[in-house]
């Protein structure tokens, strides 16, 4: 069916450490792909996108290149910093009503 | 601050209430969707508005729940009867209607049902 699975975290790192959280999705069309950040106390934010293969998304330092081959949005970047503690939630979109959440990893970066 | 807003941001009641949520979204957006998240999950679509019309209902939103969006602006989420499943974080989001259907999200509503 239609999913998102991404690596379990909790992740723990030390400020500039370089961080991957992989994301494969199961889809049917050709999904717009997303990472949505959800700091402490805060809603949801859209930390970058991309939608067609081979598109890379870039935000903040953290990016994502859409991989149709593998289906996967790895999001990735160089050196974290203690304010990029958060929960990072990949997710999907066909352009209709519903976007497809995967659980979210939770980052802690250490100073 | 022009974002998606909801209230309460909390609310605790007892079990057999009932309970209603407020969203307004960015003003400009026609779409209003509204998603459930437990902990450690991520959200779960319930239900879909374009203007005024719930054009989508998802199998998790039982009879106990009802949304309305009466005039296309701001949104309510009711909830009869409650019970202890029905506690999570209510997520409420918007966007216009464009190819790439980026949504906005309020910072939700938490029920916890006693």
């Excluded at chain 2, 459930?36 to 019309?53: C, D, I, K, V």
């Excluded at chain 2, 039982?62 to 009711?78: I, N, V, W």
Aim: proline share 4%.
């Amino acid at each position: 069916g239609n999913s998102v699975t991404q690596m379990e975290g909790p992740v723990t790192l030390s400020e500039e450490a370089f961080l991957t959280i992989n994301c494969t999705y199961t889809a049917t069309g050709y999904p717009s792909l997303f990472w949505y950040v959800q700091y402490p106390g805060e809603g949801l934010q859209l930390l970058l996108k991309a939608t067609k293969a081979d598109d890379k998304g870039s935000n903040k330092g953290f990016e994502a290149t859409y991989r149709k081959e593998t289906t996967s949005f790895h999001l990735e970047k160089g050196s974290v910093q203690v304010s990029d503690s958060a929960v990072y939630f990949c997710a999907w979109n066909t352009g209709g009503f519903k976007t497809i959440f995967g659980a979210g990893t939770r980052l802690f970066v250490k100073a | 601050d022009t974002g998606v807003s909801q209230n309460p941001r909390h609310k605790i009641t007892k079990r057999g209430q009932n309970v209603t949520f407020r969203c307004d979204p960015i003003s400009e957006h026609n779409r209003l969707y509204w998603y459930r998240q437990t902990l450690g999950q991520g959200p779960e679509f319930l239900t879909y508005f374009q203007n005024e019309a719930q054009l989508e209902k998802s199998r998790l939103l039982s009879d106990r729940f009802s949304a309305e969006r009466p005039k296309g602006s701001f949104s309510t989420l009711e909830i009869q009867r409650t019970e202890q499943g029905d506690s999570a974080m209510y997520l409420c989001a918007s966007s216009s209607e464009g190819q790439f259907n980026e949504q906005f999200f309020g910072p939700g509503t938490r029920l916890t049902v006693l």
